[in-house]
């Protein structure tokens, strides 16, 4: 069983059909690229996957193995499938979907630290009487909130400016910043709009290196979109095409590249030197 | 607990060398009674300021309607009071005040924190209008005419001991997890939602709180002041404990108490000008915006300046 | 009957009232996305005006109107040019916080003035009064209800058939296309707030004969009920605010008529959460979705 599962999921803004009847699927552990020309419905079928946008209709399921013991002491693994549409995004986010922004949207005026730190809120062990009274239970809680936040940082070579704030980072590392705050949330399924926008080749492959990385550190399924084809056809396993909302395409970075509709939908853009 | 770092001790010891300091002006009559209801503003606009800063300065939902819940706090507990006239009356007249703005503060909390910045504000100019407007009808508050010879029990005790635990329970709250989770609505409420953080639930918590402080401040002014109407709490009471929000720079706590402090003593030396003073504020407000618009402080607090010398330190 | 009628002709003179108000409120908002909140005193002042057109240079109703029309019409680009303009930039709250610095300064600029007190409008107009079918309607309301009219008319005029107008459609839509297209913004925000605030004056000198009284606090409550009737119409939009002028001040009369005058403001601001939370775009508004 795929760990996503998307089943027609259509979204129209009045008249305007931004994504129309997609249907796709996400196997575990799986690197998916999502790629269209400029206008397609790529950010719009993320922001439906992640709760911004409501679905107008179709379903988008998350299916999550869950180890349970039974009356024996048997250890059995139970698919648990949870409807992602139509909720809230803190909710999508609690169900284990994190995301990064096209138009990187950190908490710019706040620290690289708190940046994280309020990713990692939803899965904090204290309550409100802790928080107003600073009782033990909260300090302790806040090591382990910043160790394992530089432990995160540190991933992205950013633990020595984690006072620093957001905004005074270079574009670079904003970027990864986000990705480390995406991080934050133990996600299941990563999320990133266009992770290499705006950088050079060298940044690029660096980016490559570290999105592979973390896919095996985290244990992660990471679904893409991106513009810079020399990334999506290097590390995407599975590659899905997006086009005035509908999917044209799907398959392997190499079916993808001699797919004709993909090249029409792509003409006089850069899929052929690839 | 932790209590005793280098840190908490020294604030103690600050705190108690400032009390003893102002209650013994007073006993030997150098503070005079006139010069008393100047502390006792301070302390009240503290309570105010802080509260509101944590709505409108670090939560960033601008409120103008601080005072309907000063209101709130004040009539309930001056009703309190003049039946049980004793200090456990007065304190349990301070919760229950408190407690009830707390939950008007909750109910218009959520319907209204769905808007945005200038439709919020309108929205809570509004609420706490209506608010006045009830005051004004009401029977057991007295209309127009208002509550007089309220008991009085607030002192400069009272009213330190209130603003300290106003000032360190919500710096507490915005250093925890729950405020940086208020903090980053006011930096991108979009992003803060892709986190994880349920933006209602902790919109409604930073009004609730703030909603149950300004009862505080509003309990303690009923008892001080020995006398309520409902004017006294309308449109330009919120808009003085915003100014004094904006002047302190909103999101910094520190801030608010600064400037409490500068604008009651504003207050007290122009005491006879009411227009000239009307006028400064005006100016400043406006000059504020223009040059200053993150206010004295922007969103530093005190120890973030000892924080910037420690860091140079290390270079040298 | 007869008394709904009274009421609704007694609602549709302080109708007028707001919607003149109200308009200068949404096209500010329309063009720079500002609540004005010196609005309802640049209408004070415009009332101020007209009391000393007719009390001290002895001037009619109209040469006053005119008048207080005029220099509210540079009080509204003064106050534009040297508290807003600097803050084009800044965030949406330190501008709404500069407007109700920009209020009190007027409040109390005027207050140190003239004086706090209540002065009583001279009455210029003609007692005659008319009488349909029991319901009456007296000289005051007949100028309020023709003058709004006339000003409404010249208002639809200048935005849609001349170039002003034009360009302040432009830039309320998008102010950087606007630029690019060769139109000045800064000179079309200025004419914005010039129209706005002469309105207001008229307003202000209108309200003076109705109610005979004005103080310099007199702005705060209308200023306030006339944003209810912006937003209620669908802030941005020019029709909507008469609609929603009409529409608070009917509703206010008949509260008042009806029901008990105490509440009265208290249900135009109830009114006014509800249609922000049922309806925030009002009646004739656009909704605007930020981009993720």
């Known amino acids: 069983m795929p760990l996503l599962s998307v089943e027609k999921l259509t979204k129209s803004f009045g008249g305007l059909t931004a994504v129309s009847s997609v249907t796709m699927h996400i196997d575990k552990g799986e690197l998916v690229g999502l790629i269209g020309p400029n206008g397609a419905g790529k950010t719009t079928l993320f922001n439906l996957l992640t709760g911004v946008y409501e679905p107008t209709s179709g379903s988008i399921k998350l299916h999550l193995p869950q180890e349970e013991q039974d009356k024996d002491g048997k250890v059995k693994t139970k698919v648990i499938t949870k409807e992602l549409g139509g909720l809230k995004p803190y909710n999508v986010t609690k169900a284990g979907l994190a995301r990064t922004f096209q138009n990187i949207r950190l908490f710019k005026d706040l620290t690289v630290l708190d940046n994280v730190r309020i990713a990692m809120h939803q899965n904090i062990r204290y309550r409100l009487p802790s928080a107003f009274l600073h009782l033990n239970k909260f300090h302790n809680e806040e090591d382990r909130l910043v160790e394992e936040a530089e432990k995160l940082l540190d991933i992205f070579k950013l633990s020595h400016k984690k006072e620093e704030l957001a905004k005074n980072l270079p574009y670079g590392e904003q970027r990864h910043l986000e990705i480390a705050r995406a991080l934050a949330t133990k996600p299941v399924i990563l999320l990133l709009d266009e992770p290499a926008a705006g950088m050079n080749p060298n940044e690029t492959a660096e980016l490559t290196e570290t999105i592979e990385w973390i896919r095996k550190e985290f244990d992660l399924t990471i679904l893409l979109i991106e513009h810079d084809m020399s990334l999506v056809m290097k590390i995407c396993e599975r590659i899905y095409v997006l086009d005035y909302g509908m999917l044209i395409a799907s398959g392997k970075p190499a079916e993808i ?17 690839a | 607990m932790r209590a005793l770092t280098k840190k908490n001790i020294l604030i103690f010891v600050g ?36 509260s509101l800063n944590l709505i409108t300065g670090f939560t960033g939902q601008f409120s103008l309607g601080h005072a309907g819940f000063m209101s709130i706090g004040a009539y309930v507990c001056a009703l309190i009071i003049m039946r049980y006239d004793s200090t456990a009356g007065f304190l349990m007249g301070i919760l229950a005040g408190a407690l009830v703005a707390t939950i008007v503060g909750i109910l218009i909390g959520i319907p209204t924190l769905r808007l945005k910045g200038d439709y919020l504000a309108i929205a809570t100019l509004g609420m706490a209008e209506i608010i006045r407007v009830v005051f004004l009808n009401l029977e057991i508050t007295n209309g127009a005419a208002g509550l007089s010879g309220i008991p009085r029990h607030a ?9 300290v635990i106003t000032v360190l329970t919500i710096n507490n709250f915005i250093r925890s997890s729950h405020g940086r989770a208020c903090i980053s609505i006011r930096e991108d409420e979009i992003a803060a ?19 149950f402080f300004a009862g505080v401040g509003g309990a303690l002014y009923a008892s001080y002041f020995y006398f309520l109407k409902p004017n006294i709490f309308g449109f330009m009471k919120s808009i003085d ?65 000892f924080k910037f010398r420690k860091k140079h330190e290390r270079i040298e | ?94 501008v709404l916080i500069t407007a109700i610095g920009v209020s009190l300064f007027l409040e109390y600029v005027m207050m140190f003035f003239v004086g706090a007190e209540v002065r009583s409008y001279p009455n210029v107009l003609s007692n005659y009064t008319l009488h349909l079918h029991g319901v009456v309607i007296n000289m005051q309301q007949i100028y309020i209800i023709v003058t709004a009219i006339a000003l409404m008319v010249l208002l639809q005029f200048i935005v849609h058939k001349t170039k002003t107008g034009k360009a302040m459609r432009a830039v309320s839509i998008d102010q950087d296309a606007a630029q690019l297209m060769g139109i000045n913004a800064d000179s079309t925000i200025s004419y914005t707030f010039a129209i706005g605030s002469a309105f207001a004056g008229a307003a202000g000198v209108l309200v003076g004969i109705y109610y005979n ?30 609609i929603g002028g009409l529409g608070i001040g009917i509703m206010e009369t008949l509260v008042s008529g009806y029901g008990n005058s105490m509440y009265r403001d208290a249900f135009v601001f109830l009114f006014l959460i509800l249609i922000l939370i049922l309806k925030p775009t009002g009646l004739m508004g656009k909704n605007i979705r930020e981009k993720v």
């Not at chain 2, 003893?20 to 009240?44: K, N, P, R």
């Not at chain 3, 001290?56 to 540079?74: D, N, T």
């Open chain 3, 1 to 94: 009957m007869e008394q709904f009628l009274q009421q609704v002709v007694n609602g549709i003179s302080l109708g007028s009232i707001y919607a003149l108000i109200a308009l200068g409120y949404t096209m500010v908002y329309g063009i720079i996305k500002l609540i004005n909140f010196a609005h309802g005193d640049v209408y004070m002042i415009g009332a101020y005006i007209g009391f000393a057109a007719i009390t001290y240079a002895k001037l009619g109703f109209f040469p006053a109107l005119l008048i207080s029309m005029i220099l509210c019409a540079i009080l509204g680009v003064v106050i534009e040019r040297i508290a807003y303009k600097p803050l084009r930039n800044s965030t949406r709250i330190a």
């Open chain 2, 15 to 50: 705190i108690l060398l400032t009390f003893a300091i102002v209650q013994g002006l007073i006993s030997v009559g150098i503070i005079s009674s006139f010069h008393e209801i100047t502390i006792a503003l301070i302390c009240i606009n503290i309570i105010m300021a802080v």
């Open chain 2, 241 to 305: 404990i915003l100014v004094i929000v904006v002047l302190g720079g909103l999101g910094s706590v520190t801030g608010s108490v600064v400037a409490a402090i500068l604008l009651a003593l504003l207050t007290t030396f122009l005491q006879a000008f009411t227009e000239i003073r009307m006028i400064l504020y005006a100016l400043l407000l406006v000059v504020i915006m223009i040059f200053r618009p993150q206010g004295l402080f922007g969103t530093k607090e005190i120890n973030d300046f």
């Open chain 2, 193 to 211: 939602e892709s986190m994880g953080i349920n933006t209602t639930k902790y919109k409604v918590m930073a009004f609730a709180i703030g909603a």
């Open chain 2, 155 to 163: 002192n400069w005790f009272w009213l330190f001991f209130f603003a």
């Open chain 1, 257 to 273: 590249r001699t797919n004709k509709r993909v090249i029409e939908a792509y003409l006089g853009e850069e899929v052929s030197n």
């Open chain 3, 213 to 242: 009284s004005i103080d310099p606090l007199m702005g705060i409550m209308p200023g306030l009920k006339a944003f209810v009737a912006a937003v209620f119409g669908g802030i941005g939009s020019i029709p909507g605010a008469m």
